[in-house]
């Protein structure tokens, strides 16, 4: 492993540097011409439309490269039925870049509920169908059958979370490290400019892409381990009572103590140097082919990967698949505010290419005036993958940099009329936050720093945050700044002056948080707060609501059926909601996306946050099952009458009957009697058989009943079930949750 670390902008440049900076990263011959390039050195391959700005990869990425002198040339959203589209620019002198996109494709293209979308925030029009199924794959195909030489190099996020065997919702099982399916040479993951600007010039250098097995922030197919590494075996669940205990995988030795609501339950925390050679040292993961049929030991590897992504004391991972040995780095080192400030002050164009026309790309139009302004992220909900993907360090960029984007925006935005969409980033409000012990922060491997508590050496002093919005609204021509990124509220309340900035200048009539959940089994199992936290943020927020003479809401968000949640949570998080007048327009069911602990919960059944063993271990209740998630995400939206049917029967089954009616604290209406017929309210015709029948007959009837009841009931909960799904199937396809990119933000009645 590489010990020295030349910064990503002290690179000496490719000789290709002499052909300059292109207005756009040329999609065509054409382009390449009006360039003079007879060739590219790099052809990046994406699920997205090309659009020109740092918000989306394939830009960041592509302008990255040529900033390093090489000519990177851009493939967006080719048709994949056959090779021809990934040979219109030629063949490149150094590698095939390719990525699904911002999104994994899988999500993209489906809901929680597995149902396929019809548009695409990231195509022209919002077109959908533009991108394949798993992309990553499909695209390494067709630039193989195009070039069979070509490396190819495999990143962005949906390559980033499936770097090792891992579960998948869509086929419901273990699949391989998307290494090997895809057949590719190597894999980046994370925000990859350091491990893609080495493994460029290594190339360039006339290295071949086989021998470059040691870069951080990679995963490469290897035949056996690297013989100059001590190998940790925690390929199996340990036994107790073994006479050699060898060095424990799930030793977390967290930083600090923990600040808790109740100060009781803090537990002193020691700590400790890291007692192995992170940089000749690896961990043995459970091999695919054992992962994919025991379910127990998949919550073990999971738990195993979490505490490995420490990127200065994290270990590389080494994982059987077949007779070949997956090798995965240890993670990046996080970039320098230097260095972002670098990456952010590339020549984008900060539009979509020419090539659309007037073509509207909703996810441009939601972000062109949006400004990201850090990385990574502490919290560690178990349902995100973000840390998974960026790491827990916060990554920054300089107050300076950040209004020169502001500039830039105002410049050469069309149309901008002066207001600020979004600083932000994974969230509001952890801009120049982070551990204030630098070596606790090398050696710590709790996956939160904010939960169960907030650790005692995190530094949670908004100020910076807070000059940074007072500098944005003196830049001239900025009229109005926005915050639309989700504001971490159980740190806000730590920063009182924060709130009180916030609300003051940039909320607009609108602010979202995320709670989640109100009880505590599931916020237990996403690692978020209690409520307790968010009744004093909401009463922050109100407070300085009124000092301002303005009248602004909260739009809480809500998970339906995630891990840990039962129908007894869901439906005592709805009586919460009517109870404070909420009425969720939007709700989003748990979607497992690969990698995050949540979809670990959700395959296994078992709590990965602990230690797991095949006996006394903790299991977690999962709605799995078709009915029970459409009855959670239901509960949400109890005010909808397309779900009262659903709603009604579960609290019959469930003995809570008495929450059915026009009571105060009944949570949905009897049956409504105005939707039966005349004749059915009357009992006359074939509705009125029983009423008229003589004792002889209704002793037939009586003794029948059992068979007819049991036929009804068949009926009856084929039929329910038959309308809350085209309910919920239609509710999902317009709204589509937090994970569907074209949703609209959710307004809730209060």
């Known amino acids: 492993m590489h010990n020295d670390i030349t910064p990503i902008h002290q690179h000496k440049k490719y000789w290709a540097e002499c052909f300059g900076t292109a207005k756009f990263l040329p999609t065509s011959r054409k382009e390449m011409n009006a360039l003079g390039w007879d060739s590219c050195d790099i052809i990046i391959v994406t699920g997205d439309a090309y659009v020109d700005h740092p918000s989306f990869g394939m830009a960041i990425i592509g302008r990255l490269l040529e900033a390093q002198g ?14 021809d589209a990934f ?11 390719i990525t699904a996109g911002n999104m994994d494709s899988m999500i993209n293209r489906y809901t929680a509920d597995r149902k396929l979308r019809h548009d695409d925030a990231y195509t022209p029009n919002n077109e959908g169908g533009k991108r394949p199924d798993r992309a990553t794959l499909v695209y390494s195909q067709r630039c193989r059958e195009a070039y069979k030489e070509a490396p190819i190099v495999l990143g962005g996020i949906e390559a980033s979370l499936r770097r090792l065997a891992h579960y998948d919702y869509w086929s419901d099982k273990v699949r391989r490290s998307v290494l090997f399916d895809a057949k590719a040479d190597i894999l980046l993951f994370g925000n990859a400019e350091r491990a893609l600007i080495e493994v460029a010039h290594r190339l360039a ?18 035949p056996e381990a690297p013989a100059d590494y001590k190998i940790v075996d925690s390929s199996r669940i340990e036994k107790p009572g073994k006479a050699f205990i060898p060095v424990n995988p799930y030793q977390t030795e967290p930083d600090c103590d923990s600040k808790t609501e109740n100060p009781e339950e803090a537990k ?19 091999p695919f082919e054992k992962l994919n049929n025991d379910r127990i030991l998949y919550a073990h590897a999971s738990r195993v990967m979490h505490l490995e992504t420490n990127p200065y004391s994290g270990r590389a991972l080494i994982q059987k698949h077949g007779n070949r040995e997956l ?41 062109k005036t949006s400004v990201n302004i850090m990385r990574g992220c502490f919290g560690g909900c178990s349902f995100c993958s973000i840390t998974e993907h960026e790491g827990r360090i916060i990554q920054n960029r300089s107050q300076e940099s950040i209004l020169n984007e502001l500039e830039d925006i105002r410049d050469k935005v069309p149309g901008f009329t002066g207001t600020i969409s979004d600083l932000g980033g994974p969230t509001a409000n952890m801009y120049r936050l982070g551990c204030s012990d630098p070596k606790a922060e090398k050696n710590c491997r709790h996956p939160s720093c904010i939960f169960p508590g907030i650790c005692n050496k995190l530094d949670t002093d908004h100020k910076h945050t807070i000059d ?9 021509g900025i009229k109005k700044i926005m915050i639309a990124s989700g504001v971490r509220y159980d740190l806000a309340v730590e920063s009182p002056e924060y709130v009180k900035e916030l609300v003051t200048h940039h909320v607009g009539g609108y602010l979202k948080i995320a709670p989640e959940h109100t009880e505590k089994g599931p916020l237990d199992k996403m690692m978020k707060p209690g409520m307790d936290t968010y009744d004093r943020f909401k009463d922050m927020f109100q407070k300085y609501s009124q000092e301002a003479g303005k009248k602004q809401y909260l739009i809480p968000y809500f998970i339906s059926a995630h891990p840990g949640a039962e129908d007894e949570d869901m439906l005592n998080l709805a009586l919460w909601l009517k109870a404070n007048d909420f009425e969720c327009d939007q709700v989003q069911n748990f979607y497992p996306s690969p990698m995050c602990n949540a979809t670990a919960m959700y395959y296994s059944e078992t709590n990965p946050l602990k230690r797991v063993k095949y006996k006394q271990r903790e299991d977690v209740p999962v709605a799995k099952g078709e009915r029970q998630r459409r009855l959670h995400k239901a509960l949400l939206r109890y005010h909808d009458p397309a779900n009262w049917p659903l709603i009604r029967e579960a609290l019959i089954n469930m003995g809570k009957k008495y929450l059915i009616g026009d009571k105060p604290g009944c949570l949905v209406p009897a049956e409504d009697k ?63 949750g937090r994970n569907n990119p074209n949703a609209k933000p959710r307004r809730n009645k209060k």
């Open 70 to 83: 090489f000519r990177v040339g851009i493939i967006a959203q080719p048709d994949w039925n056959s090779k």
């Open 87 to 97: 040979m219109k620019l030629g063949k490149p002198n150094l590698f095939f870049g």
């Open 205 to 222: 250098d006339g290295e071949s892409i086989s021998e470059m097995t040691n870069i951080r922030g990679t995963a490469v197919n290897l």
């Open 268 to 286: 002193p925390i020691i700590v400790r140097p890291s007692r192995h050679d992170a940089a000749r040292s690896a961990v043995r993961l459970p």
């Open 327 to 367: 090798w995965v780095n240890q993670a990046p080192i996080p970039l320098t505010t230097e260095e972002m400030d670098y990456v952010f002050g590339l020549p984008f164009a900060r539009v979509p290419h020419p090539m659309y026309g007037k073509a509207k790309i909703p996810a441009y139009d939601m972000i």
């Open 468 to 476: 940074l919005y007072r500098a944005a609204r003196k830049v001239p």
């Open 674 to 736: 105005e939707s039966k017929t005349p004749a059915q309210r009357r009992k006359s015709g074939r509705h009125g058989a029983n009423r008229f029948a003589t004792k002889h007959t209704k002793a037939q009837f009586s003794q029948e009943a059992p068979k007819s009841k049991g036929r009804k009931n068949n009926g009856s909960n084929s039929a329910s079930k038959r309308s809350s799904g085209n309910s919920q199937a239609g509710s999902n396809a317009r709204n589509g």
